[in-house]
């Protein structure tokens, strides 16, 4: 059973930017791929970025490209979203997902191919 938390949210101004962390245990993530989603009230939960097992591989949603940046320390146990030039409309509930890659450069964009969820952490853009 892999166990994964979040943290890094935050109140930020438009234009700031944030770095979520996304710990896992008690295994390692070493065979994992990886993603973020983010989730507003009363909406369904959306895909933001995935990062393969090997980190080979990165895939992200057309409206954080270029801001956004999906990464893993291994030696950390711990993947990571670097947001910049934040927009008030990134206000959501973020979330990291894990699940066992069937090979090294597989990413996965869908919520139900995910098998292992943190807790979310809340980001929240206004001025």
């Known amino acids: 059973q892999v166990q994964l938390v979040e943290s890094g949210g935050g109140l930020v101004q438009p234009g700031d930017s944030l770095r979520l962390s996304c710990a896992a245990s008690?295994?390692?993530?070493?065979?994992?791929?990886m993603g973020w989603f983010r989730q507003a009230p009363g909406k369904e939960r959306e895909f933001v970025a995935a990062i393969s097992w090997s980190g080979t591989m990165r895939y992200y949603e057309d409206s954080v490209k270029g801001r956004f940046t999906i990464s893993r320390d291994y030696a950390k146990n711990t993947g990571y979203l670097q947001m910049n030039s934040l927009k008030p409309e990134d206000t959501d509930v973020y979330y990291c997902a894990a699940r066992r890659g069937s090979l090294g450069g597989s990413i996965y964009l869908g919520e139900s191919e995910y098998a292992y969820w943190g807790q979310g952490t809340q980001v929240t853009v206004s001025s």
């Open positions: 008690p295994r390692t993530f070493s065979g994992y791929a």
